[in-house]
């Protein structure tokens, strides 16, 4: 069995991959492989535990868009060898299938530090939906639940906890909420809302030990004991590029990967939380496991899968997130101090800009967020900004703000490559 | 198809911006939309203004639109060329208006507020009194 384009992951990068395929070649046949039996969205895996939606809503893609795009598909099987030589991979069951242009779009898994006395069975990750259901099994018998990790996902899932009625605590190093991506003040106010619903975050802390009884003891840095019935682990995501790495192909963080997607060995391309891209704004190459950096990966590579060249040209860090209902946008070098930074706080709306070279580098929206893609946009196109930076604090900043002259080349219509056209739910 | 701005004939009437909020309100007649409805429909084409100038920002159902590559949960997706929102998959990640370049996606009352281009007849071309919106495909 061989395949013109054979696709690793049924997630973010791997819709994004087929999506574009078809745009260019409805013809081209397509293989898809993943261990997850159905295309859901990871990120979804919150709102389902917090009851915003139904299991069938993390269906990102429906079964019979794979059958509409026709898409041969392999789903709740792994790939566990990748062979570059002869162009082959070879699944769980034994079944050898050759390609003409593979994508590696395995996605990202939890780290877990090392933790003196952790076993496997004593802690959750929340990752997939395989967590989701075990945890949503464990909250029925559980009071309480301790969390490692307060960036993004670990706070969702402390929000999602406290809802359901649990105690929960949330364990961090580093002296705030989410320091890699807020400064201080917004992490201030975050940490706030928390403290209102009753979530205690421990901060300049972690878990040394993990002992049991009926429940688990966590012993901390501080040298404190607390006693909980839920555990889970969130202190990031790591690339999950061990298929790519023992098949020879390069890895650093993550797959290296060019600005086309394509890996260190010909007409294998990678994309999404697997990979290590080059961050414009940071000028450094490094893994950004965020829906639309994977889903823009995959798009990419398909292009070029397809013969068509292109490039991923704009990549930086943009968070959209938000707890109990307080929502905040970050983008690029968020809460950088190298620069110069121009910030207005009022009550709890807030928003801070990052310029360097009177450029936009990075910025932090927060409470009123409406249309901050402008902000995104003005980033990429590395525009000019000093002339009306006072401007840009104002909560209703528009186009409008910008002069004349400029405006206009923002606004006219963009000739641009490739239609999306089919239809996609 | 999509909609486009002549903005060297827009005068700032901001016809398309009342009409457009009535006819994505319940009752479609002007009167009771402004005055009875509760909430009050929202208009989806976003009229900027400051003290001297006005500017219409209509959502340009992108060719490669980045609000549906950000989007986490499929709700927006495109349909014989023209983007859709199906409101009820949404969870408000806000993710498109994070990326929307042209901040024509906005999210007021805790919703997300966009375009439908009207099923392919939009009543702000069709109201425009001086032509400035018009439809290309
Ligand atoms: C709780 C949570 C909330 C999140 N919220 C957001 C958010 O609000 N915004 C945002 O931008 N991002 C968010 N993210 C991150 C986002 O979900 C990821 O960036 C995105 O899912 C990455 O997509 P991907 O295609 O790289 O792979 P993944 O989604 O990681 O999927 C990997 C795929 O590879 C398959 N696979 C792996 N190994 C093999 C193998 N050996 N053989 C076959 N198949 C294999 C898996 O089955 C799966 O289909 C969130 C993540 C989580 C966990």
Known sequence: ?425 | MRIVVKPEVCMGCQICEIWCLVAHSMSKDILNAFLLEKPRAKPRIVVERNPSEYLILQCRNCEEPKCMFACISGAIYKDNGVLKYNEEKCVSCLSCVMACPYGAVKFEDGKIVRCDLCNLDPVCVKVCPNKALEVVS
């Open chain 1, 1 to 425: 069995m061989k395949f013109e384009n054979v696709i690793i992951g049924n997630s973010s990068a791997a819709i994004g991959c087929v999506e574009a395929i078809r745009e260019i070649d409805s013809d081209a046949d397509i293989l898809m492989v993943s261990a997850d039996r159905q295309a859901y969205s990871r990120a979804l895996i919150p709102y389902y535990l917090r009851g915003k939606i139904e299991l069938e809503g993390l269906l990102y893609r429906r079964q019979e868009f794979f059958e509409r795009l026709n898409v041969e598909t392999k789903f709740g099987i792994r790939v566990e060898r990748i062979d570059t030589n002869k162009k082959e991979i070879t699944l769980e069951n034994g079944e050898i299938v050759g390609y003409e242009k593979l994508l590696i779009a395995t996605g990202g898994k939890p780290f877990i530090p090392k933790i003196e006395g952790l076993n496997a069975r004593d802690f959750f990750t929340f990752q997939t939906l395989e967590d989701v259901l075990r945890i949503k099994e464990a909250v029925e018998k559980a009071e309480s639940a301790v969390i490692l990790g307060a960036g993004i996902i670990g706070l969702m899932l402390a929000e999602a906890l406290v809802e359901k009625g649990l105690e929960v605590k949330v364990v961090e190093l580093a002296d705030r909420v989410l320091a890699p991506v807020l400064d201080k003040k917004t992490s201030e106010i975050v940490q706030r809302k928390f403290a209102e619903k009753g979530v205690e975050i421990l901060l300049n802390n972690t878990i040394l030990e993990v002992r049991r009884n009926e429940k688990k003891i966590l012993r901390l840095k501080d040298g404190r004991e607390i006693e909980t019935d839920l555990l889970a682990i969130a202190v990031g995501v790591v690339p999950n590029a061990e298929l790519a790495k023992n098949a020879g192909i390069k890895v650093n963080r993550g797959i290296v990967v060019n600005k086309r997607m394509e890996t260190s060995v010909k007409d294998v391309y990678a994309a999404g939380d697997c990979v290590e891209i080059f961050d414009s704004i940071a000028k450094t190459s490094r893994p950004i496991p965020l829906w639309i950096t994977a889903y823009m990966g995959g798009r990419i590579a398909g292009f070029n899968m397809s013969g068509i060249p292109r490039d991923l040209s704009f990549v930086t860090a943009m968070n959209s997130m938000h707890f109990f209902d307080y929502y905040i946008i970050t983008a690029g070098l968020s809460n950088s101090e190298d620069g110069e930074v121009i910030s207005r706080l009022e009550g709890e709306n807030y928003r801070r800009f990052v310029l360097r070279d009177g450029k936009i580098v990075g910025f932090i929206i927060a409470g009123k967020v409406g249309r901050a893609g402008i902000f995104t946009r003005l980033m990429e196109e590395e525009l000019e900004v000093s002339g009306f930076k006072d401007k840009l604090l104002n909560d209703n900043f528009g186009y409008v703000d910008i002069p004349e002259a400029i405006r206009w080349n923002l606004l006219k219509e963009k000739v641009k490559f490739g239609v999306v056209r089919d239809a996609w739910i």
